[in-house]
């Protein structure tokens, strides 16, 4: 079977032009005109090919590459091999980041599945639905009475937009994506599977049967949030669910009705967050995190994976554990818990050798 080149590259670079987005000097004898015909990583890397290095764990693969260039924090610069141009930066993976995105702009964000230039056949648009120029629509979309979309924005296959929501320009909207009951904003990214808008989780319980409470609110999501696969965002059921500008969630998150996220916030894969929580700006929450419904975490709180959030968060935090408590406070009580069971595992070796 023949390979496919999924993320064709889009062009080279040489070192010179690195050295520039990285704020990098070029050391003294170095052929600027270099071209760097690809990326790599630091083990599978060839004399053309660019790495970076900026984690200990892998001393001993940058110690023995045969890259052309590296971008590298002072760190680890002298562990550069002599045949590797160092480009030595502070951010070494954001300015590999911004390079992969000028080599692979195809990468950046889900792309049509049927090369789609317009409007597909076999898609279907309501008549009343308001469309502007360049925007996307691959087989199967579905988008309904009153929608509207924004140009250079991306519907697609089988995704469904539901009557009157709006959708902002230069958005990208993966296949079996649904959205119902929401406004999105410019550059948003939904990865496939992602459901925004559905009913929340909202009932009357009692003995006589749990009676549903209809939920009437709406999803707001801000300008350059994304959203990956299989996430879903639960409609407000009074107010708005809230998700703020530059946000970045992963795949298989849950996220409850009436919920409030912030600004540039980061939610790892499998997070669920309860109802009418507040998440500030800048919060970053690890995989498997449980969040209880109605508290807040403070502005620029971390929380570690797979812990379980079950009151308020102050700003600034760093909290882990089940409960979720400072993470001194939670080292301790572990620290703690390991000498006890060493000190009751020495009593039984002892009652055992008498």
Request: proline share 6%.
């Amino acid at each position: 079977m023949a390979e496919s080149n999924f993320f064709p590259q889009s062009q080279t670079l040489n070192l010179r032009q690195v050295a520039e987005m990285a704020n990098a000097t070029l050391p003294d004898g170095t052929d600027g005109e270099f071209l760097l015909r690809g990326v790599a990583p630091l083990e599978n890397a060839g004399p053309s090919d660019l790495v970076y290095m900026d984690n200990p764990a892998y001393v001993s693969a940058l110690t023995a590459t045969r890259a052309a260039a590296c971008l590298v924090t002072p760190r680890y610069a002298a562990k550069v091999p002599s045949h590797t141009v160092a480009l030595v930066t502070p951010q070494a993976y954001r300015v590999f980041a911004q390079i992969l995105a000028v080599l692979f702009p195809s990468a950046m964000r889900p792309e049509t599945s049927f090369a789609a230039t317009g409007i597909s056949p076999g898609s279907f648009v309501h008549p009343s639905a308001r469309l502007e120029h360049g925007v996307r629509v691959d087989p199967g979309a579905v988008i309904g009475p009153h929608a509207e979309i924004g140009s250079g924005s991306l519907i697609g296959a089988h995704s469904v937009i539901g009557p009157n929501v709006r959708i902002g320009r230069d958005c990208s909207i993966a296949a079996n994506v649904t959205v119902t009951h929401a406004y999105l904003g410019n550059r948003v990214i939904l990865h496939p599977g992602v459901r925004i808008g559905q009913d929340g989780f909202g009932f009357a319980m009692g003995p006589q049967g749990h009676l549903k409470v209809p939920q009437v609110g709406r999803v707001i999501i801000q300008d350059d949030v994304e959203i990956g696969a299989n996430t879903t965002v639960d409609r407000g059921a009074s107010r708005d669910t809230v998700i703020g500008e530059g946000t970045k969630i992963d795949n298989l998150v849950q996220i409850a009705h009436n919920v409030v996220i912030g600004r540039h916030c980061v939610i790892v894969a499998q997070v669920g967050i309860a109802g009418s929580t507040t998440i500030e700006d800048y919060v970053a929450i690890g995989g498997q995190v449980a969040v209880k419904g109605h508290v807040r975490i403070g502005m620029g709180a971390q929380i570690a994976a797979t812990s379980g959030v079950n009151g308020d968060v102050p700003p600034g935090a760093r909290w882990g554990g089940i409960p979720a408590r400072p993470m001194r406070e939670w080292f301790r009580e572990i620290t703690a818990l390991k000498k006890l069971a060493s000190q009751g595992d020495s009593a039984k070796d002892d009652d055992a050798s008498s």
